[in-house]
């Protein structure tokens, strides 16, 4: 209870200063979908971000698979041509990163293709079109809150 009176306190004092508008519940926010349940939990989820980020790869229709990279897989800085567009190779490991906040399960195997941005191969992309084809399966899952004191 004290922490909600402190963040009503704050509102209090930001709303002397500045114009706020109280929106109600927060529904989506930087990519990030809340849910509310009955039982006052919360589910934080990324759906319409992952599925954004499956137009941008034409990943839509790729058969989902049960886990985002393979206990065998290794990936090396040589073996394979190089990947043709780095750039798009970024920008999707930079989206995946994102969606870590809400699929820590994705944290392991993101960090394993972040690891070869500055030059990446087939192989790689091969390994991030794998984490892709997981989201596309998993689509709805993200983080549970059962006790979140901030809902006011």
């Not at 009955?38 to 049960?66: F, H, V």
Request: positive net charge.
């Amino acid at each position: 209870m004290y922490l909600i009176q402190l963040v009503q306190q704050l509102t209090s004092k930001l709303n002397a200063t500045f114009s706020l508008k109280q929106l109600g519940h927060l529904d989506y926010f930087l990519g990030i979908e809340v849910k509310y349940l009955l039982d006052g939990s919360i589910i934080l989820s990324q759906s319409k971000y992952i599925r954004n980020l499956l137009q941008k790869t034409k990943m839509t229709e790729a058969q989902p698979i049960s886990s985002p990279m393979a206990t065998s897989c290794e990936l090396t800085k040589t073996g394979s041509d190089c990947f043709s567009d780095p750039i798009l190779y970024r920008s999707v490991v930079e989206a995946l990163q994102y969606s870590t906040i809400v699929r820590p399960e994705l944290s392991y195997a993101v960090n394993k293709v972040c690891q070869f941005m500055s030059h990446p191969l087939e192989a790689h992309w091969t390994a991030i079109k794998k984490i892709l084809r997981y989201l596309k399966g998993t689509l709805h899952h993200g983080l549970h809150d059962q006790q979140c004191p901030l809902i006011l």
